[in-house]
């Protein structure tokens, strides 16, 4: 019972501008009141009509700004990088302008939504933010899409001045940052570990081999910059940099045994150039593998894991 009711409750300002009919409002002050980091343009509720409906992100002027879309019933078409989404009822689009994406309805086809475009450089920041985790096209809790509701409604009256139109601009931001990326952090918290000890094994198993980002990101099954967060996050350091631990401590066994050559063991570390493998080793290490070798620096008292250098 209580489910039922925290539904129809959740439901309640989205049906309300539903039922309130269409309206499209263009939002503007004087320009005295351009400072603002945040502040909506335009704001709508509409039902789009095929063969005039159709937006290009790079035709719509040099000024930047984001247009946050929620589908209220059936189905429209994005193309976004390469890839065609269908933002269909239940689901919110949020595209950034000018950006290469066209977005627009085909004959036969209905799309209802709701709108609020939005300027100001704290937005495409955080608008930027939100694209890179959840993508152009994205579902969001019930609670979030009727407070979104909420602020397109008050849009859609006069409002007292630029500084109530900036909060209401934030606000839906802030709702839909929010509800991304603690449902980021929840995804973390269930699969991070396995992820990255998964990535580490790979990378202590093939310690010469290509280890850069895209591969280690491919390897954990998520996205590039999703991958460098939640390394950070559970490591401590950028997967760049723990790769170079672990090749440096490679090298240092290696050197240690004294059966291969420095270009050998620079190869089998992962560095091809055995001058910048000395340039990294030095860097490490404060000395060069030659000289490492030579002084017999590997035979120093030993560490708690068994290993004799570095320190």
């Known amino acids: 019972m209580k489910e039922e009711i925290g539904t129809f409750a959740g439901n309640f300002m989205l049906d309300a501008l539903d039922q309130a009919g269409p309206f499209r409002r263009t939002i503007s002050f004087p320009r ?13 509720h509409e039902r789009a009509q095929p063969g005039a409906y159709d937006w290009d992100g790079l035709k719509r002027g040099q000024t930047p700004f984001s247009v946050l879309q929620h589908t209220v019933a059936g189905r429209g078409r994005l193309q976004y990088e390469r890839r065609l989404w269908r933002p269909e009822a239940g689901q919110t ?44 096209v994205f579902r ?52 991070g570990n396995e992820t990255i000890d998964r990535t ?31 390394f950070i996050r559970t490591k401590g350091v ?23 050559s420095i270009k050998a063991v620079s ?3 992962g560095y091809p150039d055995p001058n910048y493998f000395a340039k990294v080793f030095r860097r490490t290490y404060g000395i ?14 030993g560490r708690d894991d068994g290993q004799t250098f570095p320190p």
């Open 267 to 269: 190869s089998g570390c």
């Open 32 to 44: 005295r009141h351009g400072g603002f980091h945040v502040m909506p343009t335009s704001a709508g």
């Open 200 to 230: 580490i094994a790979f990378i202590r198993a093939h310690p010469g081999g290509a280890l850069d980002i895209e591969t280690l990101a491919a390897i954990a099954g998520v996205s590039r910059s999703h991958f460098s967060r939640l």
């Open 140 to 191: 969001l809790r019930t609670e979030t899409l009727d407070a979104l509701a909420a602020v397109c409604s008050s849009l859609r009256v006069p409002l007292s001045g630029a500084g109530q139109a900036s909060s209401l601009a934030y606000q839906a931001i802030m709702l839909i940052y929010d509800d991304v990326m603690a449902r980021e952090e929840r995804t973390d918290a269930a699969t």
């Open 93 to 136: 689009m949020l595209v950034s302008i000018p950006h290469a994406h066209r977005y627009w309805l085909e004959p036969g086809e209905e799309w209802s939504f709701f709108w609020i475009a939005i300027t100001g450089r704290e937005a495409l920041r955080l608008n930027r933010a939100i694209q890179r985790v959840a993508g152009p």
């Open 288 to 301: 060069s593998p030659t000289e490492f070798r030579s002084t017999g620096m590997y035979a120093a008292p």
């Open 238 to 260: 950028a997967p760049a940099e723990f790769v170079v631990r672990q090749r440096m401590d490679l090298a240092v066994r290696l050197l240690a045994n004294g059966q291969l």
